[in-house]
């Protein structure tokens, strides 16, 4: 089955800055990325997703790349805020059966 | 339009005893998912339905069942309770071949003792 990376597991940035996450995964066949956010005790949330005919897409602050020949994706924040602290995962599937890395804490340092 | 909605939000069980964890929605979605999440594990999928009349196996089945009672609901049943259950539980839904972008519901977490 599908397998997952997700790197780091946690990340600590200053207000303001960039927090950049990466993600691998094993089956080329996979063609949906999606990005999960989840606060403390919160269900995870959509967040922005990519399917494999894309290489980049953008909403606001967020960004996620895809490297289909590498098969590695990656997930931009820019100009964080504290209510980007969460943790974040991300997700590859070729269907139904969404396989998930084990999550990046992100801390945002006012 | 209350999304995906699950009961209990908390439970204690005993080893040993059974229970049944319940999910709806009311976006007309097709698919629906049971996931565990555990501490550094990410979320791993117990079982899914793709639609209604079908279930299958996800990455971690065993110990539990699932029933699709029909087009919104989708339970989870615990036969045996085992201390390695303990979880937070999730239930999804998706609206399914045309879209796999999947809504999850508040979550259960169970504690086995």
């Known amino acids: 089955g599908e397998n997952v990376e997700q790197h780091p597991s946690t990340l600590s940035v200053q207000e303001g800055d960039s927090a950049v996450i990466k993600c691998t995964y094993s089956?080329?066949?996979?063609?949906?990325f999606p990005w999960y956010k989840q606060e403390l005790g919160k269900r995870p949330q959509l967040i922005i997703d990519?399917?494999?005919?894309?290489g980049e897409k953008k909403d606001q602050r967020i960004a996620v790349t895809l490297n289909k020949t590498a098969k590695h994706f990656s997930l931009h924040i820019t100009e964080t805020q504290p209510e980007d602290s969460a943790v974040y995962f991300c997700?590859?599937?070729?269907?139904?059966?969404?396989?998930f890395g084990a999550g990046t804490t992100v801390t945002v340092r006012a | 339009n209350a999304g995906v909605t699950q009961t209990p939000k908390f439970q204690v069980l005993k080893t040993g005893q059974s229970m049944t964890l319940q999910c709806a929605q009311d976006?007309?979605?097709?698919?629906m998912y049971w996931y565990r999440q555990d501490p550094g594990m990410g979320l791993r999928l117990i079982y899914y339905?793709?639609?209604?009349?079908?279930?299958d196996k996800g990455e971690v089945p065993n110990g539990y069942n699932v029933s699709r009672l029909n087009k919104r609901e989708f339970s989870l049943r615990l036969e045996s309770a085992a201390p390695s259950q303990t979880s937070v539980y999730f239930c999804?839904?998706?609206?399914?071949?045309?879209?796999?972008?999947?809504?999850f519901g508040p979550g259960t977490r169970l504690t086995v003792t």
């Open positions: 976006m007309n979605h097709n698919s």
């Open positions: 999804a839904s998706s609206v399914g071949q045309s879209s796999y972008e999947q809504y």
């Open positions: 990519i399917r494999s005919n894309v």
């Open positions: 089956d080329s066949a996979s063609n949906y």
């Open positions: 339905s793709a639609s209604e009349g079908t279930t």
């Open positions: 997700a590859a599937s070729m269907g139904y059966k969404l396989s």
